[in-house]
């Protein structure tokens, strides 16, 4: 049975970190691509940062980009996001999902979603 788990989600201040955790069971990591989205309220779910395991490429959106990263661990079948810096803008529930490369749209298998909320 394919499942993502996500966790490390909280309540931060701003300028602050968190990393989250997506842990894959059921399938092994290489060979696909993980991506990261989050959805504030009332908004559309985005796309945050993808790795492709594979060859280990890693993709960022715009509004992120030099404050997150995102890594894997094969042994522990586990993908990262490492957020620093965080912004109030931030603030939202993280899903981690599987897909066949990070170019790509469909995004077969999702996790229940961790909230972050960044606020003093």
């Known amino acids: 049975q394919v499942q993502l788990v996500e966790s490390g989600g909280g309540l931060v201040q701003p300028g602050g970190s968190l990393r989250l955790s997506c842990a894959a069971s059921g399938f092994t990591l290489d060979g696909y691509a993980i991506g990261w989205f989050h959805q504030a309220p009332g908004k559309e779910r985005e796309g945050v940062s993808c790795?492709?395991?594979?060859?280990?490429?890693?993709f960022y959106g715009n509004s992120v980009k030099g404050r997150f990263t995102i890594s894997r661990d094969n042994a522990k079948n586990t993908v990262y996001l490492q957020m620093n810096s965080l912004e109030a803008e931030d603030t939202a529930v993280y899903y981690c999902a599987r897909g066949d490369h990070c170019s790509g749209y469909v995004w077969d298998y999702w996790g229940q979603g961790t909230q972050v909320t960044v606020s003093s």
């Open positions: 790795i492709s395991i594979s060859d280990g490429r890693t």
